[in-house]
């Protein structure tokens, strides 16, 4: 049989650049102003193979072709692998062998690319006799350990200075159990989720330890002159378990221990890791306080509403899962920043239809930050009580993220990002916050993991901001007009 390359005149990269550019009838390129908006698909499932009409030429040059070959074209399953002007014109230009070797090709390939029971391993078991089938998360019992008050554990060694102790989140206490917690009357508990599957083992793993050993999370912060360590109990919360050959097993115990933190009144900080934790994480928001009660902020350069794949949670996916499991409404998730090669049209439409909001970096170029973070404030106030921040890195641009792994340029700079973190978490009542995709090894120099941890500050001051009762956008008057006219005019 000849290869799909020699009958369609497509690479295999080509076939999948296609596939990506069309989803059924989509255009190739996206229309101007003046072409009208195709018509948006209200479905969940989208990527299905829709009918596709043959012009009356082709039709009659597929007259002498078996009618089975005829239906699998009208089917519509060789958009996937060919655009359809591209098979109309080699069907038109093609003698009646050749068609009928082309769709065969065609037909052939279709075969292996779905799943066929009896053929194909659904999924690979799991040892269910091995003795340590849960060790990866079991909890260390307390009765093994030297007695000590419930607490939170301060590891620094000395009196100032910075370091030299054991490296915590934000220079914190660390705390081990929901005892701890709630004895320290904690505020804010910063957990890592060291995940790395999720994104094709992209160095996310190393996320958690990079932030924990360099400096920018703890410490005042000159825009309110709030000290956040002094303002709020925080603590190091460790990591939680990952078994590093099983998001799916790794995501479960990951919203468990999310949701522990929850239930005690502390905020959880998850610092991952990849994207995929973005499920557990705001599933767990939701076990505590109640589906429908919490929305999202997802600031991300992608989209992450991947469905049909293969795996049913990477870090392309976590916004679906949420969505599709009841977790949070469509029209309580915010995406903030989208400007990756995807979604496409009728991506932004199953978003539209489904009432989410997304603020992409084009909607950034004509209104500025300040218009649509208004907007986005706005909306995160709809209908909630709780906001969840899902923050990956990638959002800004690579000259500040370097170290992840899906970089996308023009994206937003840190003195928009600090500002926009500070006022979200001093205006909400925060249910959480993740950071993710923190990369380290791909960066050279240590701003991914500097930049990502100054973030964290701007978090932990909003929060403390709102805690003291001071109004978002505050600043203090110390740190403008170096506290002593009002050359600029009134004061915040």
């Known amino acids: 049989m000849p290869s799909l390359s020699a009958v369609t005149g497509w690479s295999m990269a080509g076939i999948a650049a296609i596939g990506a550019a069309v989803a059924g009838d989509l255009p190739l390129q996206m229309p101007n102003a003046g072409t009208p908006a195709p018509q948006m698909p209200a479905e969940d499932d989208m990527g299905r193979p829709k009918p596709l009409e043959l012009p009356k030429d082709v039709e009659a040059k597929l007259a002498g072709v078996d009618k089975a070959k005829v239906d699998f074209l009208k089917s519509g399953v060789t958009g996937r692998y060919v655009e359809k002007d591209a098979l109309f014109a080699r069907i038109r230009t093609g003698k009646p062998e050749e068609i009928s070797a082309y769709i065969?090709?065609?037909?052939?390939?279709?075969?292996?690319?779905?799943?066929?029971?009896?053929r194909d391993v659904a999924a690979i078991p799991l040892d269910t006799r091995s003795p340590w089938f849960n060790a990866w998360k079991a909890r260390r019992p307390n009765s093994v350990d030297?007695?000590?008050?419930?607490?939170?554990?301060?590891?620094?060694?000395?009196?100032?200075?910075?370091?030299?102790?054991?490296?915590?989140?934000?220079?914190?206490?660390?705390?081990?159990?929901?005892?701890?917690?709630?004895?320290g009357k904690v505020d804010v508990a910063i957990v890592g989720a060291p995940l790395d599957m999720g994104s094709g083992?992209?160095?996310?793993?190393?996320?958690?330890?990079?932030?924990?050993?360099?400096?920018g999370a703890a410490g005042n912060d000159m825009y309110s002159m709030i000290n956040p360590n002094a303002a709020l109990k925080i603590v190091d919360y460790g990591d939680i378990a990952i078994d590093q050959n099983s998001t799916e097993r790794s995501v479960d115990h990951v919203r468990e221990m999310v949701a522990e933190i929850a239930r005690t009144g502390a905020i959880p900080i998850v610092i991952g890791g990849d994207h995929s934790l973005e499920y557990p994480n705001v599933a767990a928001a939701a076990d505590v306080h109640g589906k429908g009660n919490v929305g999202v902020i997802h600031f991300d350069s992608h989209y992450d509403i991947g469905r049909g794949r293969v795996h049913l949670l990477d870090h392309g996916q976590p916004v679906y899962r949420v969505i599709n499991e009841g977790h949070v409404r469509a029209s309580d998730y915010i995406q903030v920043g989208l400007r990756a090669r995807g979604p496409d049209l009728e991506t932004f439409g199953w978003m539209r239809n489904k009432g989410m909001k997304y603020h992409t970096m084009v909607e950034v170029e004509k209104w500025g930050w300040d218009k649509v973070m208004a907007r986005a404030l706005k909306e995160a106030r709809g209908g909630t009580k709780k906001l969840w921040i899902s923050f990956d890195v990638d959002v800004l641009d690579p000259a500040f993220m370097p170290g992840t792994g899906t970089p996308v340029p023009g994206g937003l700079t840190m003195r928009e990002a600090q500002p926009i973190m500070r006022n979200l978490c001093a205006e909400n009542d925060i249910a959480g916050i993740d950071i993710v995709e923190v990369a380290p090894y791909l960066d050279t120099s240590y701003k991914t993991a500097l930049n990502s941890n100054f973030l964290l500050n701007a978090c932990l001051a909003g929060i403390a901001m709102r805690k003291k009762g001071l109004k978002p956008g505050y600043l203090n008057p110390v740190s403008v007009d170096h506290g002593l006219d009002s050359y600029y005019g009134k004061k915040n």
């Not at 607490?151 to 370091?163: A, K």
């Not at 054991?166 to 159990?177: K, L, Q, Y």
């Open 146 to 183: 030297p007695k000590r008050d419930v607490g939170p554990i301060e590891l620094t060694r000395y009196v100032g200075g910075w370091g030299g102790g054991f490296a915590t989140f934000a220079g914190a206490p660390v705390a081990m159990t929901p005892e701890d917690l709630k004895a």
């Open 201 to 215: 083992w992209r160095n996310a793993i190393d996320g958690p330890r990079a932030m924990r050993m360099t400096g």
């Open 104 to 118: 065969d090709a065609m037909q052939a390939l279709h075969a292996q690319v779905e799943f066929k029971a009896g």
